[in-house]
Every structure is written in structure tokens, then in C-alpha cells.
């Protein structure tokens, strides 16, 4: 007997605004919010919504003792990257362990893993953390490749890991360094075509695509080649 993971949800960014706010210079909407809560309810899971935590350490290290008091997964998007305000990597090494960051996929390279306590210093972990990039695809994508089966698996799940297609490529790529995830859909044909703009800025191509393109590192695709496809 499983019961359902409760997890802790929050958002890192003063830029972040929610809809129907105003957006000041530079600022953008917390799409993730949204995307990550409704993955999360999807899978089962008891969503506690932290809301947005400011670009502060101190704060950041407040909600993170807060969000491991109650539940076993904190899950966070933004802040795990390397600039002057984002402050979750080291929080979660100041409250907790950091046992992971930064994978070669694209999109999603800034991606930390680890746990938090609520006790005195790193020893007493009490709820596994995952932090994700903010970009909205990239957040997307390690949600479904990574913190999907991460739950599945803690709530007795066998079978944790999306059923690969392999279908047709009708066209062509360069490839890339890293692992790729490359949103795609299937056309009248029944061979994939891409979405135009790979960004990861770009979470439209989420709601066109119909899975995803699972390339390996340095992998050229040429049209007519079989590729390893991933539906939503």
C-alpha cells in the first residue's frame, strides 16, 4: 500500500508575476506555476503551493525548512543556476545535500537533486528535493523525463519510464552535444515534424507537439531516418 507523495511547489524569481498582475520591466508570467502543479495532480500527488519565494538566500532557506517539515518531495523551478540571484543551490546545501547538478540534456542542463532537513544542519534529510530550470520548456521536459518517474516509482509504480515509438523523421537536424529532447508531432504521413522553434522559452510548442524526440548526443537525424519518439 502506496499513499499518494505530498510535494512542496514554489517558483524563485522577482521578475516573476502571475496573470492578470501587471508585468514591470523585465518581467514574465510564472507559466510553471500552473504546468508543474497540474503535472504534479496528474500523478496523484498532494500539492502544497508555496507560491513565489523572492530572489533572497534567506528567504529561499526559510521556505525550503518550511516545505520539508510537511512533505516528501520539494519541487522548485528557477534559481538553480549560476547567476548573482540564484540562491537555491545554495540554500539547499546550507539546509540539506545537494547530491546532483547540471545534466547534458537539452533543454534542462541547470537541474539540482538532493534533500532537505529540518533539523540542525545536513544530517537529518527529511524530503528529497528537485530543483528545475525556469526556462518553461526546459521545466517541462526534466519534469516529464525525470521527476515523473522519480514519483511514479515512490508511489510503487513498475513501470515508471514513457513507452518509446519508433517513427519516422521527416527532417533533418544537426544534431547537438548534449542529449536532445526535441518537441515534435506526428504528421498525415505518420512521420515526425518538429516545432519550427526549439527554444525553451517556447511553451506553445508543448501544447503542439505530441511528444518528443529523444536524440542522442551528437546524433545527426536525415530525413527518412528512425527515431526514438516519446508521446505525451
Known amino acids: 500500500m502506496f499513499r499518494r507523495l505530498r510535494v512542496a511547489l514554489f517558483s524563485t524569481g522577482d521578475e516573476l508575476a502571475m496573470p492578470g498582475e501587471a508585468l514591470k520591466p523585465g518581467g514574465i508570467y510564472n507559466s510553471n506555476r500552473y504546468t508543474l502543479r497540474a503535472l504534479l495532480e496528474g500523478l496523484g500527488c498532494e500539492v502544497a503551493d508555496f507560491g513565489i519565494v523572492p530572489d533572497r538566500l534567506q528567504a529561499t532557506r526559510a521556505v525550503l525548512r518550511e516545505a520539508a517539515a ?7 523551478s528557477g534559481g538553480v543556476s549560476v547567476g548573482e540571484e540564484d540562491h537555491v543551490k545554495p540554500a539547499v546545501e546550507a539546509e540539506g545535500v545537494l547530491d546532483l547538478w547540471k545534466i547534458a540534456i537539452k533543454p534542462g542542463k541547470p537541474l539540482a537533486f538532493g ?16 530543483g528545475l530550470p525556469g526556462n518553461p520548456v526546459s521545466s517541462f521536459v526534466t519534469f516529464l523525463m525525470l521527476v515523473r518517474p522519480f514519483i511514479l516509482k515512490a508511489q510503487g509504480a513498475s513501470a515508471v519510464m514513457p513507452r518509446a515509438q519508433q517513427l519516422r523523421a521527416d527532417f533533418e537536424s544537426k544534431g547537438d552535444p548534449r542529449r536532445e529532447f526535441l518537441r515534435a508531432r506526428v504528421n498525415a504521413e505518420g512521420a515526425l515534424e518538429p516545432f519550427p522553434n526549439q527554444s525553451s522559452g517556447v511553451l506553445t510548442s508543448c501544447v503542439w507537439a505530441d511528444g518528443l524526440i529523444d536524440n542522442p548526443p551528437g546524433q545527426v537525424i536525415r530525413r527518412g531516418d528512425i527515431v526514438r519518439f516519446l508521446p505525451f
Do not use: K, M, W
Not at 70 to 76: E, H, R, S, V
Not at 115 to 130: H, Q, R
Open 70 to 76: 510537511g512533505n516528501d518531495l520539494i519541487l522548485t
Open 115 to 130: 534533500s532537505v532537513g529540518t533539523g540542525v544542519g545536513a544530517g537529518a534529510a527529511a524530503a528529497s528535493f528537485i
